[in-house]
């Protein structure tokens, strides 16, 4: 098997993770990377474009794979500017969503998160929310809509208050149980592994909350 696949995001902590697993796999013998600046990886599976990612549409071209991996996103203390903030977690999705429509692509993995909801008050939430929303409605065949609670692991810029986050979710994460477990924390590795699993396997289509994203990564 000889597939390809496309990463938008491949430079940021999941996303490089998710490269790094995909360039072990045998099932992929192409990894596009559409990205603003270079993984610094080389290796002869990559096939690496740096572009403007809100002109992604410019690149239909050379869009072809049979698989997409979204892992592209902000925080609001990275960009403060909602406008922006718009165009890059709810902008970016939706027109990948429209390109694989549009290149017959039936396999779109992205990441969102867990509390997203169109009718949030919070702004970061109702984005999500919303993207979730426009991504379904393209209607692709196979569309997984990972929503992990936070994000365990180490990112090279500093991030303070996801830091005492995580420091808090280790002390709390064991007396979050039943019903609860899904806003336990989760570690990057985990996410890449129930992406890749779904990319290749039969699974329900649509939302997957945390708790199910470690379920699938456990049982590999």
């Known amino acids: 098997m000889s597939k390809t696949a496309i990463i938008i995001g491949a430079t940021g902590l999941t996303g490089n993770l998710l490269l790094k697993q995909l360039l072990e796999d045998n099932r992929y013998r192409t990894v596009r990377l559409f990205s603003r600046s270079s993984c610094n990886i080389t290796h002869p599976k990559i096939e690496e474009h740096l572009v403007d990612l809100f002109e992604l549409e410019k690149h239909i071209d050379l869009f072809s794979a049979d698989v997409v991996y979204c892992c592209i996103g902000t925080t609001k ?116 592994n129930a992406m890749v699993w779904l990319a290749n396997n039969e699974y329900k289509s649509g939302r997957i909350p945390s708790n199910e994203i470690q379920n699938i990564s456990n049982s590999l």
């Open 77 to 192: 203390a990275k960009t403060p500017d909602e406008e922006l903030y718009l165009k890059i977690d709810y902008g970016i999705p939706i027109t990948l969503a429209n390109l694989c429509v549009q290149k017959n692509i039936d396999t779109f993995v992205v990441i969102s998160a867990l509390g997203a909801d169109k009718k949030s008050k919070l702004f970061y939430n109702r984005t999500k929310g919303r993207m979730e929303e426009g991504v379904l409605r393209f209607g692709i065949k196979n569309t997984y809509i990972l929503q992990p609670s936070l994000i365990g692991g180490t990112r090279d810029e500093k991030r303070l208050g996801e830091k005492v986050a995580k420091l808090f979710m280790r002390i709390v994460d064991p007396f979050l149980v039943g019903s609860l477990k899904k806003y336990r924390s989760i570690h990057p590795k985990a996410i890449v």
